[in-house]
C-alpha cells in the first residue's frame, strides 16, 4: 500500500477565496513571507482576488476561475491559476482563426482550459510551486 504521506491530491477551486492568501501566496510568492516585496505581482492572492472581486473575471466574463491546487499530506505543495475560456478575448495569443477553422470542421473550441493571468501579457511562472 503506498505512503499516504506521498500521495498528491489535486483539487480545483471556482473562486481564489476557496484557498485562502496564506496558502496561495506561498507557493506564487514565497519570498513575500517575510516582508519583502513578491518577484510576479500579477499572480499574488492579492492580484487574482482583485480581479474576481472586480466582476473582471467570474461567470459572464469569459473568464471563470478553476483554480488548482496539489496537496501532500494536508500541505499546498503548488497552486496554477486556471480559467474556463468562453472566446480568446482578453488574450495575447490570437487563436480565433484557429478557432472557426475547429468548428467549421465540426469540433467545439470553448470552452478551453488555460492557466494564466488574465489580461496580464507579462512572462512568468504560473506552475506555482
Known amino acids: 500500500m503506498p505512503d499516504s504521506d506521498h500521495q498528491i491530491s489535486v483539487s480545483f477551486h471556482d473562486s481564489i477565496a476557496e484557498i485562502g492568501a496564506a496558502d496561495w501566496d506561498i507557493c506564487a510568492c514565497p519570498e513575500a513571507?517575510?516582508?519583502g516585496r513578491p518577484v510576479d505581482p500579477f499572480t499574488?492572492?492579492?492580484f487574482l482576488q482583485a480581479l474576481e472581486e472586480s466582476g473582471s473575471v467570474?461567470?459572464?466574463s469569459g473568464w471563470e476561475p478553476h483554480h488548482v491546487v496539489a496537496r501532500q499530506a494536508g500541505e499546498?505543495?503548488?497552486v496554477a491559476p486556471l480559467y474556463a475560456k468562453g472566446h480568446s478575448q482578453?488574450?495575447?495569443i490570437f487563436d480565433h482563426n484557429w478557432?472557426?477553422?475547429?468548428?467549421?470542421a465540426g469540433g467545439r473550441y470553448y470552452p478551453k482550459l488555460?492557466?494564466?493571468v488574465?489580461?496580464?501579457p507579462v512572462t512568468g511562472r504560473r506552475l506555482l510551486a
Open 33 to 35: 513571507a517575510g516582508g
Open 44 to 46: 499574488t492572492y492579492r
Open 58 to 60: 467570474g461567470p459572464g
Open 76 to 78: 499546498v505543495i503548488a
Open 90 to 92: 482578453g488574450e495575447y
Open 99 to 104: 478557432a472557426h477553422a475547429y468548428e467549421r
Open 114 to 116: 488555460q492557466i494564466a
Open 118 to 120: 488574465p489580461f496580464t
